[in-house]
């Protein structure tokens, strides 16, 4: 890269980045942007569990150093309304109290979703538009648009006294996106010349060569579904895919006919993005599922949660014929217009499976463009670098390996690697006289959120959930005779996850007679003995080590 | 397609194609041909359970209809090495004796997993070669060479009575194989030219378009991998790609290499095709670990297991700092030369970015073409069509979803849909006078192993399991004044897998109270009584609902 002549890097003063959620795993994205004791904060993350967190309902960043610095933040920015970049913000808005940045989109799914936890009433909300510049603290903050699987998404360019600051947020540089707002290459190209002292860019698609196709791809795949269903076409998506939305309906338009929404999420949003202006779709195409079941299976088309596989969406419940209005028929054609998050595959196949089992044709991402990635691929990411010009460079929003990848790619282009950091979350780093080096780390382990506890699971709990769901569990109840020193009655032995009764009696016999035998011996510590006797005996059956119980009572 | 003017399909008799497993869902390949009461078995495979098949370690058919006819088997044809088309033969040989088939490679990996569980001595092994035929029952049997990811694979005709069936087994039609060993053109001519009643053909790439890439492609791949690296070089594989171990040992001698491997299986399974003369590395390539610890990091290539993120693998020990000899140092040069089987996705990209943190670099399938495919994609399978001609299709060895797309690429080739059949497992298809239909649906749910149990996880256990792992389990002890009616002490109580006990001072004291409280208020099922307030305190105060088993002894 050619070397930037125009800008002047030696910045004054000391800013710290300090990354809490976003790097090294997926989701979850959350950045702090600290100078002179005062810290902006950009996106309040959530991500999803993976396989192996059993039990776990979802996962939010470490907000420690946050909680001990609470009165130092001066604001909250959110670039856009995906949950991996806003679905912490309730935890996070119940230990700090600081306005909130937003654009008008994603203020309004904001609220839908504070308004859930009855905290609506407790946030400053301000409205920004792309275009704008708000003074935050000591960061004069420039709003910048930029395409996204949601409309209305923003990047920052934060002028700090050290130097400026991009962080893209999530993009891709869509030249025909559905709702024709390119992403502002004007203001990334000012940014260069006004020097850019660090590039936070988006690292999702660094594995992916070139450049990812634009979202009206999925419309020409839409409208060939469209032109040949005969029965209903029920469109499986995320709920914050708006520009899906539109595409859908557009399509629904085009061939006449109705479209109806299922989920509350998804109908939640599309009424909000109506309301706002991001989602334009006539009166008379909306129709209630119910309208929808009484009309021609032709005229309709189903829009509906569930492109993840969850067993408990709307398309989870069609695939199992458990929703209560929804059954699916030979005859229906089902999209799924989504890629599978990396550990849903099997929920994702299994879905598919299920569908095509009950008669249904069923179109998705592997036989059909009906979906495309709202993240930049390797040219665009190296576009943006060539637009910015930065000093450094810090690849955030992605898995190590990816992460790596976009560093790779920054050396490519002529960023020399001493000025590339890879971190991980909790790994601050430090911009001073120019320079950029490693701070401190600070806490950002994983935040467990399981039903009304917040990191009350802890490493030890999640393991024996894990013994617990190999191998189940055996409670043996035993009541000794105090006088004769022997069982009094026979061991009450109860078994959950082990193994089915109906092919255990043998081994439930040979189990009682030994915890009978191992009882009467005992002359030391007789729950530990009969634990250990049990424990051996199952392994040596069945090579199986179930959790053991035991409750001696001498009576 | 052009009628087939050649056969006469009006077969004589009644031929039945019973599916044991492959069909609807992945892997666990098994096949029973019968006809005038004689049995002829293609394959005995296994299956990996997926991630919500908690504690289960390996999945096989259900053979029951093959035990009520176990004087019936006339014999069992493996068609090559891979364990989802052998791993199932130590449980049907403890319940059929008849003679198993398999090409000298296929013999050999066969005759190691046997001699494991100790049953090579009870096992009639008939060696066939591609090329060869045989009789077996009423079914002559000739066996032809296809190409796929292990060497000396075969595909079926199998000459009945009632018609000729063709049987691919796993296949592609590599051009430059590793092996330089295409398949059999000449023979699936002759096939065609005799008139095949029916073809069952592999799925698993039915929705990939084009022509999968020939093994070679990975040997360019590779070349760059080792002009490259400037340390060690650690390829992981599975234990039976024996041709991307002709590949690694053919890239190290040119790179001037040594070649460790590392894992049992895969030390056994180089071993045993060396031996056989289907892996060619000169015995000075080869060196122990241990040996190449004491070597110079650029001398060194190390072949090893898991690269499908297993924990307990070498690779996934490796990645955690865990494994006795091989410790990664920044330098070292890790290649995953595989693709992640659904369900793996997340294990993989783990162990990727654990690699990646202890400073290796990592190449993997992401980024540069280490591995291809070992089935045939859409044209090869519109290929295999047209060289066949049958009058009948039946996709076998995937999921619904892939069946589904085969059997549209089948009635694009011309093949009449009545005469395309997409069955699942169980599902019998009858053949006579030239005419197919449906037969009787035969036990074919998935029989789950555990630990030395087969079958003894049912639904009602998988079930206490998922509870157990999502929710934990709680043991309350409680003994009863049978005086006063009163505890006569407090409450012993245990938990596991439900909360981490620092957290959880407050909710304990609560549920003690609630205990000793319900008990002394109790007067009818006192242990019914403790269990549903507790539960009902514990769902409200975290929204979790362990299982609870309460005991009350009166004293």
Same mark, same amino acid.
């Given at each position: 890269?050619?070397?930037?002549?125009?800008?002047?890097?030696?910045?004054?003063?000391?800013?710290?980045?300090?990354?809490?959620?976003?790097?090294?795993?997926?989701?979850?994205? +959350?950045?702090?942007?600290?100078?002179?004791?005062?810290?902006?904060?950009?996106?309040?993350?959530?991500?999803?569990?993976?396989?192996?967190?059993?039990?776990?309902?979802?996962?939010?960043?470490?907000?420690?150093?946050?909680?001990?610095?609470?009165?130092?933040?001066?604001?909250?920015?959110?670039?856009?309304?995906?949950?991996?970049?806003?679905?912490?913000?309730?935890?996070?808005?119940?230990?700090?109290?600081?306005?909130?940045?937003?654009?008008?989109?994603?203020?309004?799914?904001?609220?839908?979703?504070?308004?859930?936890?009855?905290?609506?009433?407790?946030?400053?909300?301000?409205? /920004?538009?792309?275009?704008?510049?708000?003074?935050?603290?000591?960061?004069?903050?420039?709003?910048?648009?930029?395409?996204?699987?949601?409309?209305?998404?923003?990047?920052?360019?934060?002028?700090?006294?050290?130097? $400026?600051?991009?962080?893209?947020?999530?993009?891709?540089?869509? =030249?025909?996106?559905?709702?024709?707002?390119?992403?502002?290459?004007?203001?990334?190209?000012?940014?260069?010349?006004?020097?850019?002292?660090?590039?936070?860019?988006?690292?999702?698609?660094?594995? &992916?060569?070139?450049?990812?196709?634009?979202? &009206?791809?999925?419309?020409?795949?839409?409208?060939?579904?469209?032109?040949?269903?005969?029965?209903?076409?029920?469109?499986?998506?995320?709920?914050?895919?708006?520009?899906?939305?539109?595409?859908?309906?557009?399509?629904?338009?085009?061939?006449?006919?109705?479209?109806?929404?299922?989920?509350?999420?998804?109908?939640?949003?599309?009424?909000?993005?109506?309301?706002?202006?991001?989602?334009?779709?006539?009166?008379?195409?909306?129709?209630?599922?119910?309208?929808?079941?009484?009309?021609?299976?032709?005229?309709?088309?189903? +829009?509906?949660?569930?492109?993840?596989?969850?067993?408990?969406?709307?398309?989870?419940?069609?695939?199992?014929?458990?929703?209560?209005?929804?059954?699916?028929?030979?005859?229906?054609?089902?999209?799924?217009?989504? =890629?599978?998050?990396?550990?849903?595959?099997?929920?994702?196949?299994?879905?598919?499976?299920?569908?095509?089992?009950?008669?249904?044709?069923?179109?998705?991402?592997? /036989?059909?463009?009906?979906?495309?990635?709202? =993240?930049?691929?390797?040219?665009?990411?190296?576009?943006?670098?060539?637009?910015?010009?930065?000093?450094?460079?810090?690849?955030?929003?992605?898995?190590? &390996?990816?992460?790596?990848?976009?560093? $790779?790619?920054?050396?490519?282009?002529?960023?020399?690697?001493?000025? /590339?950091?890879?971190?991980?979350?909790?790994?601050?780093?430090?911009?001073?006289?120019?320079?950029?080096?490693?701070?401190?780390?600070?806490?950002?382990?994983?935040?467990?959120?399981?039903?009304?506890?917040?990191?009350?699971?802890?490493?030890?709990?999640? =393991?024996?959930?894990?013994? $617990?769901?190999?191998?189940?569990? +055996?409670?043996?109840?035993?009541?000794?005779?105090?006088?004769?020193?022997?069982?009094?009655?026979?061991?009450?032995?109860?078994?959950?996850?082990?193994?089915?009764?109906?092919?255990?009696?043998?081994?439930?016999?040979?189990?009682?007679? &030994?915890?009978?035998?191992?009882?009467?011996?005992?002359?030391?510590?007789?729950?530990?003995?009969?634990?250990?006797?049990?424990?051996?005996?199952?392994?040596?059956?069945?090579?199986?080590?179930? +959790?053991?119980?035991?409750?001696?009572?001498?009576?």
């Amino acid at each position: 890269m050619k070397k930037n002549e125009k800008s002047n890097h030696s910045g004054k003063g000391v800013l710290k980045i300090i990354p809490l959620g976003g790097l090294g795993e997926v989701g979850a994205n +959350m950045m702090l942007y600290e100078y002179d004791d005062q810290i902006l904060v950009v996106d309040t993350g959530m991500m999803f569990p993976e396989n192996d967190m059993l039990g776990i309902d979802y996962i939010i960043p470490d907000i420690t150093y946050l909680i001990q610095r609470r009165n130092k933040v001066k604001g909250i920015i959110i670039t856009h309304g995906h949950e991996d970049h806003t679905g912490a913000i309730r935890h996070v808005l119940e230990e700090i109290q600081a306005p909130i940045y937003a654009t008008p989109l994603t203020r309004g799914l904001l609220e839908v979703k504070l308004a859930k936890n009855g905290l609506a009433s407790r946030v400053h909300l301000e409205t /920004i538009n792309a275009g704008d510049s708000r003074k935050i603290g000591p960061f004069k903050v420039d709003f910048f648009h930029v395409c996204h699987s949601i409309p209305d998404g923003v990047g920052l360019g934060i002028e700090t006294p050290a130097g $400026l600051i991009v962080h893209t947020g999530d993009y891709k540089f869509d =030249h025909t996106p559905v709702d024709n707002w390119p992403t502002d290459y004007a203001k990334l190209a000012e940014f260069q010349r006004r020097g850019v002292l660090a590039l936070l860019a988006d690292s999702t698609n660094a594995e &992916r060569a070139g450049w990812t196709p634009s979202e &009206r791809v999925v419309d020409d795949a839409l409208d060939k579904v469209f032109r040949e269903a005969k029965g209903r076409i029920i469109i499986a998506s995320f709920a914050s895919l708006i520009s899906r939305m539109q595409q859908v309906g557009n399509a629904a338009l085009k061939h006449q006919r109705k479209l109806a929404f299922a989920g509350t999420s998804m109908i939640d949003n599309a009424k909000i993005a109506r309301k706002l202006g991001y989602l334009n779709l006539p009166d008379d195409l909306i129709v209630s599922l119910e309208e929808a079941n009484n009309m021609r299976a032709s005229d309709v088309t189903v +829009m509906c949660t569930g492109s993840q596989g969850e067993p408990t969406s709307i398309l989870g419940k069609i695939s199992t014929g458990t929703h209560r209005l929804l059954d699916v028929k030979a005859g229906d054609t089902i999209v799924l217009s989504s =890629h599978p998050i990396p550990g849903n595959e099997e929920n994702v196949y299994r879905t598919i499976n299920r569908l095509f089992e009950r008669g249904a044709n069923v179109i998705y991402e592997a /036989i059909a463009p009906v979906h495309v990635s709202g =993240h930049a691929s390797q040219e665009e990411m190296k576009l943006l670098m060539h637009l910015t010009q930065p000093q450094f460079f810090i690849p955030i929003h992605g898995e190590l &390996r990816q992460l790596h990848q976009h560093a $790779l790619l920054a050396q490519q282009i002529g960023i020399p690697e001493k000025n /590339i950091a890879v971190i991980l979350n909790g790994q601050s780093v430090v911009f001073s006289d120019g320079k950029m080096k490693l701070g401190e780390r600070v806490p950002a382990a994983y935040v467990y959120v399981d039903g009304a506890g917040v990191g009350d699971v802890s490493k030890d709990v999640m =393991h024996d959930r894990e013994v $617990l769901s190999e191998e189940g569990v +055996m409670v043996i109840n035993l009541i000794m005779d105090k006088f004769t020193g022997k069982p009094s009655r026979e061991p009450e032995i109860i078994s959950r996850g082990f193994i089915a009764y109906r092919d255990a009696e043998d081994l439930m016999a040979g189990l009682r007679t &030994r915890v009978v035998e191992t009882a009467t011996r005992a002359n030391g510590n007789i729950q530990k003995d009969i634990e250990q006797a049990v424990s051996n005996y199952l392994y040596k059956e069945t090579q199986r080590r179930p +959790m053991i119980f035991v409750n001696v009572v001498k009576n």
